[in-house]
């Protein structure tokens, strides 16, 4: 099945500099990639995801990169604010029965420095 | 419109105790999920249901059951609870296969 891998666990980033969180899948059947963020006592939220027929996709200072050779997509965030603090996690869609469930890597607890 | 909403948001358990978690969507999502979260792990499946009617076991299902009791509805239960079941509970779901899931605020479940 399929298998999500994070890195890194954690970041700590200065206010205004660049984070990238980067994940890697092993199902090359899978075609939809989220990524999460959930703050402190919340549930996950969506910030952005990207589809298998796309390479990237940016919505402000947020972006998902997909490399679906090497298996791997990546978020990066520029010029990142405190309130980017929060866990983020990507997941690929699986393939459990014909459902398409979701998998999740294990998160990236990120820390914005002011 | 609310989401997804769950009840109770916190509940403590001694072991061999059963309980019902509740969850209710108002978006007419077909697919509902359950999941855990422990630290380190991050989300892992336990039971899902892709339509009214149907359930199925994730990757996590043992000491678990669970109904979809309508389109809005799906309840997980614990039956005896134990100490590894000590977890934070997510209920999401989502209105078709592929598209983005919705989480609701979570249950934080102590069993002592």
């Known amino acids: 099945g399929e298998n999500v891998e994070q890195h890194p666990s954690t970041l700590s980033v200065q206010e205004g500099d660049s984070a990238v969180i980067k994940c890697t899948y092993s199902?090359?059947?899978?075609?939809?990639f989220p990524w999460y963020k959930q703050e402190l006592g919340k549930g996950p939220q969506l910030i952005i995801d990207i589809r298998s027929n796309v390479g990237e996709k940016k919505d402000q200072r947020i972006a998902v990169t997909l490399n679906k050779t090497a298996k791997h997509f990546s978020l990066h965030i520029t010029e990142t604010q405190p309130e980017d603090s929060a866990v983020y996690f990507c997941?690929?869609?699986?393939?459990?029965?014909?459902?398409?469930?979701?998998?999740f890597g294990k998160g990236t607890k990120l820390s914005v420095k002011p | 419109n609310a989401g997804v909403t769950q009840t109770p948001k916190f509940q403590v358990l001694k072991t061999g105790q059963s309980m019902t978690l509740q969850c209710a969507q108002d978006?007419?999502?077909?697919?509902m999920y359950w999941y855990r979260q422990d630290p380190g792990m991050g989300l892992r499946l336990i039971y899902y249901?892709?339509?009214?009617?149907?359930?199925d076991k994730g990757e996590v299902p043992n000491g678990y059951n669970v109904s979809r009791l309508n389109k809005r509805e799906f309840s997980l239960r614990l039956e005896s609870a134990a100490p590894s079941q000590t977890s934070v509970y997510f209920c999401?779901?989502?209105?078709?296969?592929?598209?983005?899931?919705?989480f609701g605020p979570g249950t934080r479940l102590l069993v002592l």
């Open positions: 999401a779901s989502m209105v078709g296969v592929g598209e983005t899931q919705y």
């Open positions: 978006m007419n999502h077909n697919s």
């Open positions: 249901s892709a339509s009214e009617g149907t359930t």
């Open positions: 997941a690929a869609k699986a393939r459990i029965g014909s459902q398409g469930n979701l998998i």
């Open positions: 199902d090359s059947a899978s075609n939809y």
